[in-house]
């Protein structure tokens, strides 16, 4: 019976992704159709594992909910110097003023990375709200040299996915 469960969430997702026909959506309708196929795959794969049914709705939950912030990302682009010093001195100031409490609770969650707001300019995607970088704790510097271009940024202190780094959003940290 398991099993059964494990493939039909596996179709459901396959069919949401081949079938949703993305091109013409907005970033919102994105979110939500990923965000519910993930969860509801990632739920399907928790039960299936032995989870039980709280278990894999919170797990399917927080999936969908991290994959749908992930999709509000509407492009990226390399950063200029002054982005790139701006994202550096942001996150510098927004970790050095975090308590030591927060951090240790960061550490907790093995959140490794911070995204914090750079400056908007000439690269930037028509409809973003926020460009952002993304910032590693341990090596205290920007994390290579692309700026984020997002649609919708998440809530300060959320965790969101920007591209393969989950990071705690300070937006610009002050």
Same mark, same amino acid.
């Given at each position: 019976?398991?099993?059964?469960?494990?493939?039909?969430?596996?179709?459901? *997702?396959?069919? $949401?992704?081949?079938?949703?026909?993305?091109?013409?959506?907005?970033?919102?309708?994105?979110?939500?159709?990923?965000?519910?196929?993930?969860?509801?795959?990632?739920?399907?794969?928790?039960?299936?594992?032995?989870?039980?049914?709280?278990?894999?709705?919170?797990?399917? *939950?927080?999936?969908?909910?991290?994959?749908?912030?992930?999709?509000?990302?509407?492009?990226?682009?390399?950063?200029?110097? +002054?982005?790139? +010093?701006? *994202?550096?001195?942001?996150?510098?100031?927004?970790?050095?003023?975090?308590?030591?409490? +927060?951090?240790?609770?960061?550490?907790?969650?093995?959140?490794?990375?911070?995204?914090?707001?750079?400056?908007?300019?000439?690269?930037?995607?028509?409809?973003?709200?926020? $460009?952002?970088?993304?910032?590693?704790?341990?090596?205290?510097?920007?994390?290579?040299?692309?700026?984020?271009?997002?649609?919708?940024?998440?809530?300060?202190?959320?965790? *969101?996915?920007?591209?393969?780094?989950?990071?705690?959003?300070?937006?610009?940290?002050?």
């Amino acid at each position: 019976m398991k099993t059964s469960l494990l493939k039909s969430s596996a179709l459901l *997702a396959a069919v $949401s992704v081949l079938g949703a026909g993305c091109a013409d959506m907005t970033p919102l309708q994105n979110a939500g159709v990923f965000g519910a196929a993930g969860g509801a795959t990632a739920g399907g794969i928790a039960s299936a594992a032995g989870a039980s049914t709280g278990e894999s709705v919170a797990i399917g *939950a927080a999936t969908g909910a991290v994959i749908a912030v992930a999709t509000y990302i509407i492009a990226t682009h390399e950063a200029t110097e +002054r982005q790139h +010093r701006i *994202a550096e001195e942001r996150a510098q100031r927004a970790y050095a003023q975090m308590s030591a409490k +927060r951090k240790s609770e960061m550490k907790a969650r093995k959140t490794r990375y911070i995204a914090v707001d750079t400056e908007k300019n000439q690269n930037t995607a028509a409809g973003a709200k926020k $460009s952002v970088m993304i910032w590693d704790t341990q090596s205290q510097e920007v994390v290579g040299n692309n700026v984020y271009d997002v649609k919708s940024p998440p809530a300060v202190g959320s965790t *969101a996915k920007f591209d393969t780094y989950s990071a705690e959003y300070v937006g610009s940290g002050s």
